[in-house]
RNA sequence: CGGGGCGUAGCGCAGCCCGGUAGCGCGCCUGCUUUGGGAGCAGGAUGUCGUAGGUUCGAAUCCUAUCGCCCCGACCA
């Protein structure tokens, strides 16, 4: 970022908080408001203050650098869309409420573009007329707007946000893996560059389908998403799409006669398994769907639970729900709580682990009772399907077979998809190949979280005073802290000529020059997480001395003021 | 959308149950003092009590409606 000269506090705006605002939850959410980053004006719309926009841009930099130097080329889409291209491709009724849709004056339909996959098509197919053109990748960096269901934490889910997304053109499925492969390869670099501890992970392709899809994920303790990971390969997953795989040892043969016992008023396995003094192991919870136009029973371990993407990939299952209440006393003549696969009549979908389990416990379809002792084969039909329905849990064996998973939580900043020709097929977006047929562009597309990553890197790098900026998206590098700026001609003098020095240097560098009390200055400072300051004081400067320290740093460090142009330097190099 | 909670000064809150015309802390303004970790003293400003109806002699307080915001669930960068 290029430095202007006005790089005083006092000239700058900040605007502290002493307290958080009631409504935030979130450490990010809270920092970003006390430090003045982000204003509210609505549910999920913030604006951007001044030193909020140092930090957005210096990110946006960075993107954008990346992706220029990966040979992407940059453009830009209207946030607002009219209805007809987003009905070529279904999505205008598919998409579903988080799609805000507007009319114009002549009461033409519009739509507030909360991605541009059919922008992009629509473009390509007008502009790419033969093979000699492909491969292209296109991105731009502007607002989107999803209506959320539910905003919260601040920027982290907010309906206006700022994303960088990426739309790849090839002739065919080799050269969108290629295409794929150097995305991906721009978005390790981008992550590394902004300092921040992420993992590129294995991802459900949801709505948008395709051949492949990572995330990249943040990691931080509040992240809305969990990941399991292998320790000793490089296996990483998100929790949605992580294969629990089947259990290493056999089925083993029956022990214990099927018993009905009565369990009044325990229907959750915790609760059964405790009443019956049984590890919670061997108890079976019994999940009632609907789908493909009957109730179906689905079977976890009951100390599992049921992995929602994975149910609704089984046949028949795309559009599954749960059943009501009286659909389950209709197909069970039990109220739910006491359910289980003796007796019932409907399709039984067990997990692996459930497939595998002997003499287990499960309910009755009769109220407060279970049964204990129960077989597969001998006391009910197998499963009619045994599949992998339950999200991973810590210490399950790796699905590449080199050791067990661990489960950390991680915040979703970046996701590359290998697309195909889905939007191509359905917007006819074709090319003359080689051979003058007419060939479908094979996509593939690209987002990052802008504003998203802000919040992130705060959760990922704070303490109890405030932010601390990765030097990559600190809105100012460096700042200096003089003590008694208006009263002592040296340190008046010491602090304006660094200010000049480090500014001629290309550092962010920030003055401040308010004349506040030393505590004030510092505890703003703190909060607003420069990564590098220097103190200047009448104390130390009778020494020649002046102050270093970092956010990071226990104690200053006492530098002599000939030394510390050097010694800033080396500091920011490193 | 379903469930829960909250709207009183810029921010954090009290007052509401039990109606009598609004208060505390921080911040802000003025002056003096202070100046190495969110200062001290003195003085001061700031509220259509979210909005609209209703009950009442009288409503921040009771009733109704409405809007906004936050939290828990289904979505995603």
């Not at 999505?91 to 409420?97: I, N, P």
């Not at 056999?250 to 915790?270: D, I």
Request: charged letters at 30%.
């Amino acid at each position: 970022m290029k430095n202007k000269e006005n790089m005083y506090l006092s000239r700058f705006f900040l605007s502290t908080m002493k307290e958080a605002p009631a409504e935030a939850e979130l450490v990010s959410h809270k920092l970003m408001l006390r430090a003045g980053i982000i204003n509210k004006l609505g549910s999920g719309l913030y604006t951007l203050m001044p030193i909020g926009l140092r930090t957005y841009l210096k990110v946006e930099n960075i993107i954008r650098e990346e992706m220029d130097r990966s040979g992407a080329i940059e453009l830009r889409m209207p946030l607002v869309n009219p209805a007809e291209l987003w009905q070529e491709t279904g999505r205008w009724e598919k998409f579903g409420a988080q799609l805000l849709k507007i009319k114009d004056r002549h009461e033409r339909d519009f739509l507030f573009a909360p991605t541009h996959e059919e922008v992009i098509t629509d473009i390509v197919r007008r502009e790419v007329k033969s093979y000699r053109q492909l491969p292209v990748n296109f991105y731009h960096i502007t607002n989107k707007f999803r209506d959320e269901i539910r905003p919260r934490f601040g920027v982290m889910r907010a309906r206006e946000f700022v994303m960088k997304d990426a739309y790849s053109f090839d002739i065919d499925e080799a050269g969108m893996m290629k295409s794929y492969q150097i995305m991906f390869d721009a978005y390790m670099r981008i992550f590394a560059r902004l300092g921040l501890e992420f993992r590129p992970v294995a991802a459900d392709t949801g709505a948008i389908g395709g051949k492949a899809s990572q995330e990249f994920q943040v990691l931080a303790d509040s992240g809305e998403d969990v990941i399991a990971y292998c320790p000793e390969s490089d296996y990483a997953a998100n929790v949605e799409l992580a294969e629990a795989v089947a259990p290493a040892t056999p089925r083993a043969a029956p022990a214990e006669a099927l018993l009905k016992v009565p369990t009044p008023g325990k229907s959750a396995c915790e609760d059964v398994a405790a009443f019956l003094k049984l590890p919670i192991e061997r108890t079976v919870k019994c999940l009632m769907i609907f789908a493909d136009d009957k109730v179906q029973m689905l079977l976890v371990r009951g100390d599992h639970s049921l992995n929602e993407v994975k149910a609704g990939k089984l046949p028949g299952c795309a559009e599954w729900r749960w059943a009501t209440e009286e659909e389950i006393i209709a197909a069970t003549g039990c109220k739910p709580g006491y359910l289980g696969p003796v007796g019932f009549k409907g399709p039984v979908i067990a997990d692996r682990t459930v497939a595998a389990m002997s003499d287990f416990v499960c309910g009755a379809n009769a109220a407060d009772h279970h049964l204990t002792g129960v077989n597969w084969g001998r006391d009910c039909a197998e499963p009619a399907r045994v599949a992998d329905l339950r999200n991973v849990v810590e210490d399950d064996a790796s699905p590449d077979g080199k050791g067990a998973l661990k489960l950390r939580r991680g915040i979703e900043v970046g996701h590359v998809f290998a697309l195909g020709n889905r939007y191509s097929k359905d917007m006819n977006c074709v090319y003359t190949a080689e051979d003058g047929t007419l060939k479908l562009a094979e996509m593939g597309c690209y987002g990052i979280g802008v504003t998203r990553i802000i919040a992130a890197a705060i959760e990922q790098n704070h303490d109890d005073r405030g932010i601390i900026w990765p030097d990559s998206m600190a809105p100012f590098r460096v700042a200096i802290a003089p003590i008694g700026y208006r009263k002592s001609e040296a340190v008046k003098a010491l602090a304006d000529s660094l200010h000049d020095d480090l500014t001629k240097a290309g550092v962010d560098v920030l003055l401040d020059d308010r004349d506040e009390r030393p505590g004030v200055m510092f505890a703003d400072l703190e909060l607003i997480g420069v990564p590098h300051r220097i103190t200047i004081g009448d104390r130390g400067l009778k020494d020649g001395m002046v102050e270093y320290q970092g956010r990071r740093d226990t104690a200053a460090a006492k530098v002599a003021v000939a030394d510390i142009r050097t010694f800033i330097q080396a500091k920011l190099a490193t």
